[in-house]
């Protein structure tokens, strides 16, 4: 079956302006993370989706992130005002279902941001 | 505090070679252990797991990993590499019955023909 599919691939915006990154997560999979990976780093936790459940976003760096999720679909990772230090590669990764033996992540590609 | 560390940053070896790349975690409760890999211009995928029972867990293209929990470490192991392993290898812990995961910082391996 498909996997997780997540657009564009790359993007390269001038500081200042807002981007938007989408995560198609793997059908029938209710549980939905983003992470940031900047080089030479690990991956950061953003947010996570449950079902309908109320996000956690606590790892959201600041109030330029955002991310929406409806149902257990497409979910869009939004940056405003970009800053230099947006730059950095956007994961998005799906699981089955909420917690649970044998439940690993499925990864997308990934976004590379790049901000001039 | 909650991490993950992965001694190894780079790694190069030559072909046949063993390889073992250290992961040491730090975590208040049951874990969950895996190792990723993201071969050149694909998605990260999951290499091994770890949940219960055994400590030695093998995984896919013959890598294996031992969970130590004395020593809060999950080492992936290979007895003998290929050129095809050039890759970078990511270790996660996961508390058991929560949802988020940690990551370390990669380790980039490089294997010379």
């Known amino acids: 079956g498909a996997g997780v599919s997540q657009s564009p691939s790359n993007k390269v915006t001038e500081k200042g302006k807002d981007v938007e990154l989408r995560c198609d997560p793997i059908?029938?999979?209710?549980?939905l993370y983003w992470y940031r990976q900047r080089l030479g780093q690990g991956l950061e936790f953003l947010i996570y989706?449950?079902?309908?459940?109320?996000?956690?976003k606590s790892g959201l760096p600041s109030d330029r992130f955002s991310a929406e999720r409806t149902g257990e679909s497409v979910s869009t990772l939004t940056i405003q005002r970009t800053q230099q230090e947006d730059s950095a590669v956007y994961l998005c990764?799906?699981?089955?279902?909420?917690?649970?033996?044998?439940?690993?992540?499925?990864f997308g590609p990934g976004t590379r941001l790049t901000v001039l | 505090a909650q991490s993950v560390s992965q001694h190894n940053h780079h790694v190069i070896l030559s072909e046949a070679a063993s390889l073992e790349l250290g992961c040491n975690y730090s975590?208040?409760?049951?874990?969950?252990l895996f190792w990723y890999v993201q071969y050149p211009g694909q998605h990260l995928q999951l290499l091994l797991k770890?949940?219960?029972?055994?400590?030695l867990v093998k995984g896919i293209k013959g890598f294996e990993a031992e969970f130590i929990k004395s020593k809060f470490s999950f080492n992936l192991r290979k007895p003998s590499v290929q050129w095809s392993d050039t890759a970078e290898y990511f270790c996660?812990?996961?508390?058991?019955?929560?949802?988020?995961?940690?990551f370390g910082t990669g380790t980039r391996l490089k294997v010379l023909a």
């Open positions: 990764a799906s699981r089955k279902s909420r917690v649970g033996l044998y439940n690993e992540q499925f």
């Open positions: 059908s029938g999979h209710t549980a």
């Open positions: 989706f449950q079902g309908n459940s109320a996000p956690d």
């Open positions: 975590y208040g409760g049951t874990v969950n």
């Open positions: 770890y949940f219960s029972g055994d400590p």
């Open positions: 996660a812990v996961n508390g058991q019955g929560t949802y988020k995961y940690i």
